[in-house]
């Protein structure tokens, strides 16, 4: 049986890795799937904890999760590419217009 | 080592791996192409915390319908080309991000890697049943929010997307 801690040290690690897409990175597509990932860090990190107190209430949220960052990746690819037909932006630095009047 | 644990190993680094191509890559394409192996990975994962149902969704949703989405859209935008890193390049406020992001990290996995292994308690849930009776017993109310909200974000795409005449 793996110990719990090492699924939540993974899932950190993942989760540190997704902060650092959406920080490093500035094209909006990948620092949207950045966010997915952490999303799944967080799933990973419910699941853990469910198997751990034999409870299968974390994974109940965790499919409440995935739905959600469903909705939030059609909702926020739907924006990208508005976003794209009104002012050719991909680049998120490039995205300024409510910065620079 | 038992099998279990090769498996861990082997999925875990999978994972890893696909993550971090996912942020390195700086084709969006090729990223999105890592990114579903680390969401295989994952739901391989979620299989050996015995959330067989969350791994089947996993493949499904994520792997399946989510990452169609997103190459979707890259098709859409058609520029696949790539754009500038500007890792070591970065202004200062960059590189503090990336630097607190990193030792975050860090502490969060100390604290966690000394938790107590406790005895995992062997149950039936996470099974296709289990999870039925869940999602639909105690469950029921946030279940049939979340098809709404689903609905709500299928209604707000379509309309943020809509050329008019």
């Known amino acids: 049986m793996i110990p719990t801690a090492d699924f939540l040290v993974l899932g950190a690690v993942l989760f540190g890795i997704g902060a650092l897409g959406v920080l490093v990175r500035r094209n909006v597509l990948v620092v949207l799937m950045s966010v997915e990932l952490m999303l799944n860090a967080a799933n990973l990190t419910l699941l853990a904890f469910s198997r751990e107190r034999g409870d299968a209430a974390g994974q109940g949220l965790a499919f409440l999760v995935i739905a959600v960052a469903a909705a939030e990746a059609a909702v926020g690819l739907a924006i990208v590419v508005a976003v794209f037909r009104t002012r050719r932006i991909v680049n998120l630095d490039e995205a300024r217009l409510l910065r620079d009047p | ?165």
């Open chain 2, 1 to 165: 080592m038992s099998g279990e644990r090769v498996a861990f190993y082997l999925l875990a680094g999978l994972t890893l791996l696909g993550a971090i191509a996912t942020v390195t890559r700086r084709n969006p394409l090729v990223a999105a192409v890592w990114l579903v192996t680390t969401f295989l990975g994952l739901a391989g994962l979620f299989a050996l915390l015995q959330a067989h149902f969350l791994a089947l969704i996993q493949v499904l949703v994520y792997a399946g319908a989510i990452m169609v989405l997103f190459v979707f859209v890259i098709m859409v935008l058609g520029r696949a080309e790539d754009e500038p890193l500007g890792f070591f390049t970065a202004p200062v406020s960059k590189l503090l991000g990336v630097g607190a992001v990193g030792v975050s990290t860090w502490l969060l996995c100390k604290a966690l890697g000394s938790l107590p292994a406790t005895e995992v308690k062997q149950g039936d849930f996470g099974t296709v049943r289990a999870a039925g009776n869940l999602l639909l017993g105690p469950y029921l109310f946030p279940f049939e929010a979340v098809s709404l909200l689903l609905l709500a974000a299928v209604l707000g795409a379509v309309a943020l997307t809509r050329t008019r005449k």
